[in-house]
């Protein structure tokens, strides 16, 4: 199984961009996604998640500025990040989970793609 991540860059404080995410070696549409992100130095932290019933979940620092979305056909997942700040600059990681208890623990997701950094500047 592979997550592959990308669409990460540097943008400007306000701009947006659009991670994707596609996966291979797995059944897709079962799965929980997320996206977690990790600042140097940090602990990783959870951004976003979709059950496979696609409902969605966020942090309260991205809610109203960062959407989810999944196209199980593509066996791809999404994340769009809008007014995008300084604090959101990371390392954006997507993971999958088969069950998945607590959406913001890491152990609870089997798969992991690789990072894609996020820049923003002021």
């Known amino acids: 199984v592979q997550l592959q991540a990308s669409g990460g860059g540097l943008v400007q404080l306000g701009g947006s961009l659009r991670l994707s995410c596609t996966a291979s070696?797995?059944?897709?549409?079962?799965?929980?996604l997320a996206w977690f992100r990790q600042v140097l130095g940090k602990e990783r932290e959870w951004v976003s998640s979709?059950?496979?019933?696609?409902?969605?979940y966020y942090a309260d620092s991205v809610k109203d500025r960062f959407i989810i979305s999944r196209d199980n056909e593509k066996n791809t997942q999404y994340l769009q990040m809008n007014s995008l700040k300084p604090d959101d600059t990371a390392v954006y990681y997507c993971?999958?989970?088969?069950?998945?208890?607590?959406?913001?623990?890491?152990?609870?997701?089997?798969?992991w793609g690789q990072g894609t950094l996020v820049t923003v500047s002021s």
């Open positions: 993971a999958a989970g088969i069950v998945v208890l607590r959406n913001e623990h890491e152990g609870d997701y089997e798969f």
């Open positions: 070696g797995v059944t897709f549409r079962y799965y929980t």
């Open positions: 979709i059950n496979s019933a696609n409902t969605t």
